[in-house]
């Protein structure tokens, strides 16, 4: 069957893939293992552990919560549930409600068909990948069941939401007042905490997106759909639009203008202000190979570091606790700031975000032109071999076509790690160079990796 686990917790299209019974088991596993690893009791003197479980508003998440709680709690695990809110009000919550481990049912981006479920650590974290293939590895074995007083109790905890937006609010140096603000909420888990976070922060609020029906997350609306949010924004006037994902972990935004203003903007514009201001530790922000080489040029001539790491949000923490760094994120808007939160929070960025536009007085467009995005052309070579991506052909035509972009672009070969597929990714100075490039490069892929 292949590793469950994929870069955000196990996904797949609930009912089929991800059915109630592998949630419940799952729940199982990960109560065993994290028991078992001692990561239990860490919030003082009691008498079983504690997790908290949270979703987005998913028809299917309603019956994958009641199986994740039933397998927790089977488990000897008290389990406090959240109602529908982010996953990273869900991370933050382990930590403040002093809990064990925290659970997140979601998929995020993906439609309303699919969902997924991601395991928390105590503190907010992500499973390690070893914990991870530890719980697969348990799934199903035979267990000795708790009974009486040892099963774990269940409760709700909905009014929690409220601590979360009192906690990013607390983040925010100033005051929103006099900013206009469209919101897209994806139909998602932000419906009710983005409102009234922006509200309660000082801006004019406006709000699309937000009626979620447990089928409509992501459909036409937030961060993957951005069309609508740009029409409002300029048909309104509005300052500022803020698109988030069905989990609210990330957000892109919109300028006054109708531009799209992507992940890698926002942490140029968060990273200048936080250098200016002295807050950006070691001058340092972390980001993934395929942020835009226009983001790196412009950090490095404001005397900025760029740390780069492989493409997922696990791999820019894990640089970002070794070197000590508070700022990183990656080019779709999941960006990280761990003075804040421990898991990427798009409420938490979008406020420091406007926070930037009200201190500075400057619009979002102005703020972000500090970078030029360079033309970026990413093609997906499929029906290839993807363990042949370094073999002498290809790597023959990417130092040349290396040599013909000088310092003025970038050439990037990654092979997909779950399908037959190899990604060739060119920036060059103009869009024709990028094409013609990419082009050639993938007719390469073509040939030499069959």
């Known amino acids: ?3 469950l686990f994929g870069t955000d917790g196990v996904r797949g299209v609930a009912g089929r893939d991800l059915t109630a019974e592998l949630a419940m088991d799952l729940s199982v596993a990960a109560a065993h293992v994290l028991g078992d690893a001692g990561a239990f009791n860490g919030g003082g003197r009691r008498d079983r552990p504690v997790a908290v479980v ?41 930590t403040a409600l002093r809990a064990d481990m925290g659970v997140m049912i979601s998929a995020s981006h993906n439609p309303a068909p699919d969902n997924g479920i991601k395991f928390l650590t105590r503190g907010g974290y992500k499973l390690p ?12 074995e035979k267990w000795e069941r708790p009974v009486g007083a040892s099963v774990g109790r269940v409760r709700e ?18 005051r929103l007042d006099g900013l206009s603000v469209v919101i897209d909420c994806a139909h998602g888990a ?8 922006l509200l309660r922060a000082g801006a004019t609020v406006e709000t699309i997106g937000a009626r979620p029906d447990g089928l409509n997350i992501n459909a036409g609306v937030g961060s993957t759909h951005l069309e609508k949010l ?7 006037n509005a300052d500022v639009g803020i698109a988030y994902d069905g989990d609210a972990d990330r957000c892109l935004a919109v300028s006054h203008t109708g531009e799209i203003i992507d992940g890698d903007q926002i942490m140029a514009v968060l990273a200048m202000a936080m250098h200016a201001e002295g807050t950006l530790t070691g001058d340092t922000v972390v980001a993934t190979v395929m942020s835009n080489l226009g983001f790196k040029i412009a950090l490095k001539n404001a005397g900025i570091d760029v740390v780069e790491t492989a493409v997922g949000d696990r791999y820019v923490l894990e640089a970002m606790r070794a070197g000590g760094y508070n700022l990183g994120g990656e080019q779709s808007g999941h960006v990280l700031m761990l003075d804040h939160a421990t898991t990427g929070d798009g409420l938490l960025t979008s406020l420091h975000l406007l926070a ?5 007085k400057r619009s979002l467009a102005e703020l972000a032109s500090v970078m030029t995005r360079l033309p970026q052309v990413l093609v997906n070579v499929k029906g290839v071999d993807r363990t042949k991506a370094s073999v002498p052909e290809l790597s023959a035509a990417v130092t040349a ?28 100075a103009s869009a024709e160079q990028a094409e013609s490039l990419a082009g050639r490069l993938a007719d390469v892929v073509r040939t030499a990796c069959v």
């Open 230 to 236: 740009q029409q409002i924004v300029v048909s309104r």
């Open 129 to 140: 990948d070893a914990v991870e293939n530890d719980i697969e590895q348990r799934l199903g």
């Open 401 to 428: 076509a290396e040599s013909e972009l000088g310092e003025s672009g970038r050439v990037l070969i990654r092979p997909s790690g779950t399908e037959p597929m190899i990604r060739v990714m060119v920036e060059a």
């Open 1 to 3: 069957m292949g590793r």
């Open 157 to 174: 905890a909905y009014g929690e939401a409220d601590r979360y937006v009192s906690h990013v609010l607390s983040t925010v140096d100033g």
């Open 54 to 94: 949270g979703r987005d508003p998913r028809a299917s998440g309603e019956f994958l919560e009641a199986a994740v709680v039933a397998g927790l709690a089977s488990s000897g695990v008290d389990v406090l549930r959240l109602g529908v809110l982010p996953t990273p009000a869900v991370a933050y919550l382990t």
């Open 190 to 197: 932000a419906h009710m905490v983005a409102p009234e976070a």
């Open 356 to 360: 930037v536009v009200a201190r500075q």
